[in-house]
């Protein structure tokens, strides 16, 4: 069970009736909550929650404790957190993400004895000799600048690329689908075939998940939940 979450609030609420960090957390909590109590306690066996790094200091990193606190509230026997960046997963951007993985498993949980989620190896660049930056325009303002890997992709920014033998452009659609390691045009079209426009496909990509990061944080959990398959 995956979901993820926004941070648009800063106070930290008392109860459950009151405005949560995000209402995609409040809704996720409660879904895992009811999923529970469906199932006599069998599901979820874990949960995955993802959001920005930033997540970790929100309100002072009075939010993120209540993500844990709220995932302890449902019974999870472990939780854990990690900085996980795209470039250390074979994929040439810049971005960091806080993944909290949730045990709720009791089988399972005994088997944590390691972290879930080990600390990666930087991936080793040598940026002094890429020849491409990249950089956000924003009302014709450009800053962040980035060699040899591409900065953040944003729901809402614009990413451009250039290079010593290439004039400055945003970054297409499929490039940036490469580079959340996506199959090209993998946004190119809705569940029944309608063409989706670039805006909203420059969103998807904004919003999105890297899929390399993602396979590598299911194996890990796949060891511990089924233990032995592979």
């Known amino acids: 069970f995956f979901f993820s979450s926004r941070r648009r609030h800063t106070r930290l609420p008392s109860d459950w009736s009151s405005d949560v960090c995000s209402s995609d957390l409040h809704e996720g909590i409660r879904i895992i909550n009811e999923i529970r109590k469906a199932t006599n306690d069998e599901y979820p066996k874990a949960t995955v929650w993802e959001n920005v790094a930033g997540a970790l200091h929100s309100n002072r990193g009075a939010d993120f404790g209540y993500v844990i606190d709220a995932l302890a509230g449902s ?6 957190w990690r900085v996980l960046d795209a470039q250390d ?3 040439p951007q810049r971005r960091r993400r806080v993944f909290v993985v949730a045990i709720f498993d009791p089988d399972a949980a ?4 390691e972290p879930i989620l080990p600390v990666t190896e930087s991936a080793s660049r040598n940026r002094e000799t890429d020849e491409y930056i990249t950089f956000y325009s924003t009302q014709g303002r450009q800053d962040r600048f980035t060699r040899g890997i591409c900065t953040t992709l944003k729901a809402n920014g614009t990413v451009c690329i250039a290079g010593h033998d290439m004039a400055p452009r945003r970054l297409t659609p499929i490039e940036c689908e490469r580079l ?3 199959n090209d045009s993998w ?4 569940n029944f075939g309608n063409v989706i426009a670039q805006t909203h496909r420059y969103r998807m990509c904004g919003n999105g998940v890297v ?5 590598w944080v299911a194996q890990r959990l796949h060891m511990v939940l089924e233990p032995g398959e592979q």
Request: with cysteine; aromatic share 12%; net charge positive.
């Open 211 to 215: 899929a390399p990061v993602a396979k």
């Open 187 to 190: 946004t190119a079209f809705d």
């Open 75 to 80: 019974r999870a026997l472990v939780v854990e």
């Open 110 to 113: 005994a088997r944590c004895a």
């Open 180 to 182: 959340m390691g996506w």
């Open 89 to 91: 997963f074979g994929v």
